[in-house]
């Protein structure tokens, strides 16, 4: 925990030489008085004494650290094994006021170290870490994501370099900026470099700045910045970097295990948050985020029917071997998926890749809704909206089973798709459109001429054994063309036009009227929405309109 670096530095305004080897930074994890017997001496503790003693010590054993008031001259016999590990202090000063002036540093330093500690077991964020490194790092820190968002900085401490003031204003580095770093090939060494990345003023910043980046999956995700304005740059502000980041690190690993993370992650999140609507920074943003602002898009949103048995993290691995293009955002038990497609077969390209995810979903009891088609980066919120949408309204009509009672052909003929664990917005958004016509303060289908007339009909059928709503529906469903609704339903075109002016006569409605086939269809389509309401809401519930269908 105590470093070389640390203690020399404490020492550094007093009068004295070390002999310790400047290749090495041992490590200590106390310091205390030199004891009688050396076999109680151990090799991660900082001895005081006088520096006679600590010769007499070196001498009888080796692989010791001691800092020692200076009470002999130096002679011929003390020769570099025998000093090594020494420092000598040449202050008119006793032992115990040497070892105060150590204790305290380090006493400072280890109670910084149990206040992060206590943090995490309270399971803190990265502002919290950083709020606590201020009165011992005294330099502006600040975090960032993997597209070079602000994620937290030293609030009582404030930056003086211009990139960094810039930064601030936007709490996120611009594009102008990380043109400086590809420049001054930052990325390069960032790639290269495993540990903490020194650059001297002039490289990027009027000041010599601290860096270290955290990886999870050999991925730079998060950075984390020193700027010594304040405190000028050592090696003992190095290694109290370091303590810092090894707390930071826990933080960062603990996130990243209970939600997986990306490089575009913290973007595509603040879009779907609401948070970032703004074009122009989303696509500022992008470009370092390495995605593309314009292009041809859609998006899925995956949950789960049963979140006690799943995996997400084994899921989204899966998920990802199947979408090596897509960017994945995994959020407790939900996935959001951005798929990019090359123009201009989009439709087959999406077809395969929801073909191919088909015995996936299945696998995990997942359940996809997907959105139509978009063009900007700016509207995947709109998007996330859409395939929610289709996957709530989907799983909702699924319910419905052969509610008008079909016979199979027709049903399966003029059914929209509810066996499958996909759901597509464009299946559903005239379910939607009704349902938000019926929802708020005002019912726009409550007691409508083409409800009742349905209704009229459906009455009709139950009391004379006729299927007159079938074969209307079938005949709207077949633009009005007697041979192909008679395929349907197995009847002769003469007799479709027989019952269809039977139903004309029954309900007082001009079929030929292009409006009002279309106002039955939506009496249908509204049934059908009540219906699924009823099933999977209030499943118990009887329905007052239609008992026929199963």
Request: glycine residues 4%.
């Amino acid at each position: 925990m105590f470093t070389k670096n640390i203690v020399l530095e404490v020492l550094q305004k007093y009068r004295g030489s070390h002999y310790w080897d400047k290749t090495a930074n041992p490590k200590f994890k106390w310091v205390s008085m030199l004891p009688e017997d050396a076999g109680e001496m151990e090799d991660n503790i900082l001895y005081v004494c006088l520096l006679s003693d600590a010769v007499k010590r070196s001498r009888q054993a080796r692989g010791y650290y001691y800092a020692c008031i200076g009470d002999r001259f130096l002679y011929d016999e003390d020769d570099a094994h025998t000093l090594d590990g020494i420092i000598i202090i040449n202050e008119n000063k006793d032992v115990s006021w040497l070892f105060n002036i150590i204790q305290k540093r380090f006493l400072e330093i280890s109670d910084w170290v149990d206040q992060m500690r206590t943090a995490l077991i309270d399971n803190c964020d990265y502002q919290r870490l950083t709020d606590l490194c201020e009165p011992v790092l005294n330099n502006f820190i600040s975090i960032f994501d993997s597209s070079y968002k602000l994620l937290a900085y030293t609030k009582n401490i404030e930056c003086h370099d211009p990139v960094n003031i810039s930064m601030m204003e936007r709490g996120y580095h611009t594009d102008e900026t990380l043109q400086k770093f590809r420049d001054r090939k930052r990325f390069e060494v960032y790639e290269k470099e495993q540990g903490v990345v020194v650059s001297p003023p002039g490289v990027i910043a009027l000041y010599e700045i601290v860096t270290k980046w955290c990886r999870y999956g050999n991925e730079l995700l998060l950075q984390v910045v020193m700027e010594c304005s304040r405190t000028p740059m050592s090696l003992a502000a190095v290694d109290l970097f370091e303590i810092y980041m090894d707390h930071i690190e826990i933080c960062f690993v603990r996130q990243q295990r209970a939600n997986p993370s990306q490089i575009y992650s913290s973007l595509l999140t603040d879009i779907l948050n609401g948070d970032l609507d703004n074009p122009f920074i989303i696509a500022e943003r992008a470009k370092s985020a390495d995605l593309p602002f314009s292009g041809c898009f859609n998006a899925y949103r995956i949950v789960f029917e049963d979140n006690s048995t799943i995996l997400v993290g084994r899921f989204v691995q899966e998920l990802m071997s199947y979408l090596p293009k897509a960017k994945l955002i995994a959020h407790k038990y939900e996935v959001v998926v951005l798929n990019i497609y090359n123009p201009p077969k989009i439709q087959k390209q999406s077809s395969a890749n929801l073909s191919n995810l088909t015995p996936l979903l299945e696998k995990y009891g997942a359940l996809c809704g997907v959105s139509e088609e978009f063009s900007s980066l700016a509207e995947l919120k709109t998007a996330y909206i859409q395939a929610t949408r289709a996957q709530t309204m989907g799983v909702q009509l699924r319910t419905l089973g052969n509610y008008w009672g079909f016979d199979r052909d027709v049903f399966e003929a003029t059914a929209v798709e509810r066996n499958s664990n996909i759901f597509y917005y464009d299946n559903v958004f005239l379910y939607l459109s009704l349902h938000f016509a019926q929802s708020g303060t005002f019912d726009a289908f409550y007691n409508t001429f083409y409800n009742r007339s349905l209704r009229k009909l459906l009455e009709y059928d139950k009391q004379n054994h006729t299927r007159l709503v079938q074969i209307l529906y079938a005949f709207l469903v077949c633009e009005r063309r007697a041979t192909a609704a008679g395929k349907l339903l197995a009847m002769h075109r003469n007799s479709v036009l027989y019952h269809i002016s039977r139903i004309e006569e029954i309900t007082g409605i001009d079929l030929n009227d292009y409006w009002a086939r279309l106002k039955l269809s939506l009496a249908f389509h509204f049934f059908e929405l009540k219906e699924s309401n009823r099933l999977f809401f209030n499943p118990d519930e009887k329905s007052p309109d239609n008992n026929s269908g199963s």
